[in-house]
């Protein structure tokens, strides 16, 4: 699904990530944790092809993200839903037409799909905000709707970065909850967070690997968690 | 699929997609401007290249088959002159009439320079004949031979010196018109290219979100060469419109008339106008698609 074999990622002169392996098995769990600026949001970057890596080799979905052309990379990123920590929507279309701009670029904007949106965005609880612009809903609801766009194409694989960055801590317990019930759905997820009680929450809920990003290596984060 | 297969679909459209690239102003703005102005002054163009060629076959047509022998001699000569003129021009083959011109005749072809109180019986001025000739037309160089011997005061003139010049000057009009519509075609292209880089540059971010969620780069650049296409037509469309009624307006043509009154459509050049919007909805299509795939494939 997505592999990364020793890989390094270098940025300004300097070494990023050295070294780093992981294979993100169908319906696992993880969470990738890390300080500020250790390269949480450069290796989740690494996972959906949008950066190639100095060293090694990133396989997504068996091609090697070196070989991938533009075209592939669309066709890949239809597997890989991402939610961003700054959503990025596009401000002048309603939140309705946000989370379905997966299905608009693709071609696949049927009666079947409106269906499975509205009862997409009732399921983040967005349904009585379908015709809001992004600028008018609040942090929360910006990021339950960013998670609806991520998986409104079904992906395989559900990658967040800092998804409960912006929102309170019951807001953040109700994007965990969204998450997990992707995960039982079958869906893998990779959750790049700051936020340690997020992740020591989720383990009442789901059995997750907890990585972190420490002097630019991957290591499998231990009990003190 | 062919170019006007691809036009026809992205006129066609897909309303959802229009949706996905926000409307700016400013690039809206200039690519309608600038393809009105230029639908404006194609249409002047494309009327003057066709009024030069009009006017090119009339002056070829009305000269090539006639000619004028112009006799200047003593007064008391003049008719003996004339009448031996006409009797050599009668038995020349590829002629096939000549005819003397009246003193009225010949009158109104000098009111325009001298007024109409001209005295021409006390004037030295030379009697005119026309001479029409047949298809195959006569031996220029054998009749002056001729005439040189049997009438000394007649000069004999077959338009060649005025036609040629004439017919050059009117094909080089014809020329510069198509000259300008293509400069004017190219202008455009300029013109609606910068307006789409501006465009794309001010819409990285969407074009960013797109490729996030898995859009295709076709299917970015569809949706920037779609509005640039449609903005052109429209543009152009009240463009040409304008140019047409400016042109419709100018004087009729007259059967004196000098170049500028003949500056107008007839028939099927008035039908010519509908290909300038289409021209600039191709031009745009063209240029956007190049801006597009080359901004496209500058963008990381």
Known sequence: MIELDNIAYSYGGGELLSEVSLKLAPGSFHFLTGPSGSGKTTFLKLCYGALSPTAGQVQLFGKDVREMDREDHAMTRRQIGVVHQDCQFLDHLSVRENVALPLTVASRDSLEQHSNLKEL?????????????????SGGER??????????MSPDVVLADEPTGNVDWEMSQRLLQLLVELNKMGKTILIATHDLNLIRSAKHHVQAR???????????????? | MSTGLQ?????????????????????????????????????????????????????????????????????????????????????????????????????????PWFGPDLPLDSLPVP????????????????????????????????H?????????????????????????????????????????????????????IGARDSYIARAFVRRFTLRALSGAAVGTALGAFSVFLL??????????????????????????????????????????????????
């Open chain 1, 210 to 225: 907890v990585l972190r990003i420490s002097g630019r290596k991957l290591q499998l984060a231990g009990a003190d968690l």
């Open chain 1, 121 to 137: 965005l009732t399921w983040v609880g967005l349904g009585h905000r379908a015709s809001a612009l992004p600028p008018e809903l």
């Open chain 2, 127 to 158: 009697q005119l004949i026309e001479i029409v000739e047949t298809e195959e037309g006569y031996d220029g160089a054998g009749l002056r031979l001729r005439l040189q011997a049997e009438v000394p005061g007649a000069v004999l003139d077959d």
């Open chain 2, 7 to 111: 036009l026809s679909k992205l006129i066609m459209g897909d309303a959802q997609a229009d949706r996905v690239v926000p409307p700016t102003g400013f690039t809206a703005r200039l690519t309608l401007f600038a393809a009105g102005a230029m639908a404006f002054l194609t249409v002047f163009a494309l009327a003057l290249s066709l009024a030069s060629g009009r006017l090119a076959t009339r002056w070829g047509d009305e000269l090539a088959q006639s000619s004028t022998l112009r006799i200047s001699a003593p007064a008391e000569q003049m008719a003996a002159q004339t009448a031996a003129a006409l009797t050599v021009l009668d038995s020349t083959p590829g002629i096939a009439s000549a005819r003397a011109l009246s003193v009225e005749e010949q009158r109104s072809l000098l009111v």
């Open chain 1, 143 to 152: 990021q339950r709707a960013a998670l609806a766009r991520a998986v409104i």
């Open chain 2, 251 to 300: 004087p009729a043509t007259q059967e004196s008339g000098s170049f500028l009154t003949g500056l107008g459509f007839q028939g099927l050049g008035w039908a010519l106008l509908t290909l300038i919007p289409v021209l600039a909805a191709v031009v745009a299509y063209v240029a956007t698609g190049a801006a597009a795939r080359r901004t496209l494939g500058e963008l990381t």
């Open chain 2, 160 to 212: 060649t010196r005025w036609r040629r010049p004439l017919e050059r000057a009117a094909g080089r009009l014809r020329l510069l018109g198509w000259v300008s519509i293509g400069l004017i075609g190219a202008a455009t292209a300029a013109m609606i290219t910068l307006a789409a880089n501006a465009a794309l540059a001010a819409n990285a971010q969407v074009i960013s979100v797109l490729r996030l």
